[in-house]
C-alpha cells in the first residue's frame, strides 16, 4: 500500500472556524448520489468550546477536506443546515448537519407556457434559475426540440427530472452545484483504485434495471479517498477486475477507527 495513505487528515472550515482531527475527535458521515434531492451530510465533533460553538451559523458554507498527511483534497462542500449540541458522558457533542446544495423548496410550482420550438436546455435554464439552482454542466445527449411549444404547471424539479430523462441525461447535485449531462459522462481525474491506492477486498459486481434499461457496475469499497465521488471516472484494477467507471453514488465515512469510502460505479 502506498506510503501515502498514512497519517488521517480531516480540515474542517466554516465562516471564521477551523477545525482539525489533530486538536479534536471529529467524525462524519457524507453522502453522494446523481439525483436532484440534496443529501446530508452529518459531522459530529467532540468539546468544541463555547465560543466555537456560537460561531457555527445556519446557511454559512461549510468545507471539510480529508484524506491524508501526503495526500488530501475536499470531501464535502455545502452549507450548514443545523447543529445541536449536547452531553454525551463527560463529553460535549455537537453535531453538524450539512446540505450539498444551496437551499431551494423541492415542491416549488410554476405556471408558464413557453413558445413554440422550444429546446430543452433553455427550458432547464429557466427552470433552474426559477428554482435558484446553479448549474455547472448542462450537456444533453439530445437536445430535444418542442415544436408545439411547452407548458409547466406543476412542481419544477420533476419538469427539469423528466426532460432531462427523455434527452438521455442524468441530472444530479454536488458541492453546491447542477449537472446536467450524459449518464456514463463524468470528471476524469485519472484515478486508479487498487490494492496500492487503498482498495479494500474485491469488487462485487451488480446489476440493476433503470428506465428500463440494465445498468451493470461494481461497488467497491476503498480507504477514505476524496477523488470518489458522483460521476468521478475511475480504474479499478484488482486481481479479478480491470474496468473504466463512473461513480454513481456512495459514501466518505470517518468514525473511530474506520475511515472509508464506498461507492458504486456504473461501466
Wanted: aromatic share 8%; with cysteine.
Amino acid at each position: 500500500m502506498s506510503t501515502k495513505l498514512f497519517m488521517r487528515v480531516v480540515e474542517i472550515v466554516t465562516g471564521p472556524v477551523k477545525m482539525n482531527n489533530t486538536d479534536l475527535d471529529i467524525e462524519f458521515e457524507v453522502p453522494f448520489d446523481d439525483d436532484l434531492t440534496p443529501n446530508i451530510s452529518t459531522v459530529a465533533v467532540y468539546n468544541l468550546s463555547q465560543d466555537t460553538i456560537n460561531q457555527l451559523k445556519r446557511g454559512q458554507k461549510f468545507t471539510i477536506n480529508a484524506g491524508y498527511k501526503a495526500d488530501k483534497g475536499l470531501a464535502l462542500e455545502g452549507e450548514i443546515s443545523s447543529h445541536s449540541t449536547k452531553r454525551v458522558g463527560t463529553d460535549k457533542l455537537t453535531t453538524i448537519k450539512v446540505i450539498d446544495s444551496v437551499p431551494y423548496n423541492a415542491n416549488k410550482t410554476l405556471q408558464r407556457a413557453y413558445k413554440k420550438t422550444i429546446k430543452a436546455d433553455a427550458l432547464i435554464k429557466d427552470f433552474a434559475k426559477a428554482l435558484g439552482l446553479k448549474i455547472a454542466v448542462l450537456r444533453l445527449p439530445t437536445n430535444k426540440v418542442y415544436k408545439k411549444g411547452y407548458s409547466i404547471d406543476g412542481e419544477i424539479l420533476k419538469e427539469i427530472q423528466r426532460i432531462a430523462k427523455d434527452c438521455g441525461a442524468s441530472c444530479y447535485i454536488s458541492r453546491g452545484q447542477t449537472y446536467v449531462r450524459p449518464i456514463k459522462e463524468g470528471d476524469n481525474n485519472n484515478f486508479v483504485l487498487s490494492a496500492d491506492t487503498g482498495l479494500i477486498g474485491s469488487p462485487e459486481y451488480f446489476e440493476d434495471e433503470r428506465d428500463g434499461k440494465i445498468i451493470k457496475g461494481y461497488k467497491v469499497t476503498s480507504l477514505l479517498q476524496y477523488r470518489m465521488n458522483t460521476a468521478s471516472i475511475i480504474k479499478i484494477q484488482s486481481a479479478e477486475v480491470k474496468a473504466a467507471v463512473r461513480v454513481r453514488k456512495g459514501k466518505h465515512v470517518c468514525k473511530g477507527n474506520t475511515y472509508y469510502t464506498e461507492v458504486e460505479a456504473i461501466l
